[in-house]
């Protein structure tokens, strides 16, 4: 099959996982700008949003398309990889520096999505673990109601200089995760078609838009509550 075996193939499967995962990232920031908005309003909206997904099927569904469009999206990131070294030989060696031409995240693609894979699987039992896993199983994980999503993010944030680490960690992750989106969108888009010189420097345009917008909407929540915590110390 074309899509498994040719390059072009395999690069489309990354492109279309990888911004299938973007539009997940702007629905998932978007859901935990209402922490801000409640904790600074008094209003629940994140829990309810919390409550209205849960365990329940559609939900669950969504959960394993999306677990599947990370492992695909992963595993063809490192065959290309793979391949694409292999295919370079020792002439990857041959120029030092920066390439004109070439940006920095490109060349570093990998190592990149390793740092998100990371803090995603740490962002996994933070909160996923604590809040859907928990309903699915009815096996306690924390100390918080499963479906009181707001307060296991306050507990984790704003918990004195325990919860000053973890927001520094969020945010090295948030900045490779820009640093991964950033390149990652307008290559997709690339891929897709859009590749004459024309697009080419809108798609570029496009890609960091939208990578500031998928990030922007985690870090505003991360730096809130990172200034929560700090004026709870200092008080």
């Known amino acids: 099959m074309w899509l498994k075996d040719s390059s072009i193939g395999r690069k489309l499967v990354m492109s279309i996982s990888g911004l299938f995962m973007v539009l997940f990232l702007l629905f998932h920031g978007s859901m ?14 994140y ?3 919390c409550a209205m997904l849960g365990a329940n099927w559609y939900a669950v569904a969504v959960s394993a398309i999306l ?4 492992v695909v999206h992963i595993v063809y990131a490192v065959i290309l990889t793979i391949q694409n070294r292999a ?5 990857r060696y041959a120029i030092e520096g920066k390439q004109e031409g070439v940006d920095w995240e490109s060349k570093n693609m990998l190592v990149l999505g390793t ?20 309903e699915l199983t009815g096996v306690q994980t924390s100390m918080f109601d499963p479906q009181d ?8 944030f704003t918990d004195g200089w325990s919860g000053i680490v973890y927001c520094l960690l969020y945010i090295v992750w948030l900045v490779a995760l820009w640093l991964h989106l950033n390149h990652g969108i307008w ?11 024309i697009w080419l420097k809108r798609i570029k345009i496009i890609g960091t838009v939208f990578a500031t917008l998928a990030v922007g ?10 200034g929560v915590n700090i004026g709870m110390m200092l008080g």
């Open 32 to 45: 935990n700008l209402c922490l801000v908005i409640d904790d600074i309003f008094g209003t629940h909206a």
């Open 47 to 49: 829990n309810w949003i």
């Open 67 to 70: 677990a599947l469009g990370f």
């Open 87 to 91: 295919a370079r030989g020792k002439d």
């Open 115 to 134: 740092i998100v894979l990371g803090f995603l699987l740490l962002h996994l039992c933070n909160f996923w673990y604590k809040m859907q896993w928990a």
């Open 149 to 156: 999503g707001s307060a296991i993010v306050k507990a984790l």
């Open 187 to 197: 290559s997709a888009l690339q891929t897709l078609g859009w590749s004459n010189l």
């Open 217 to 226: 909407l985690f870090m505003i929540v991360v730096l809130y509550f990172l």
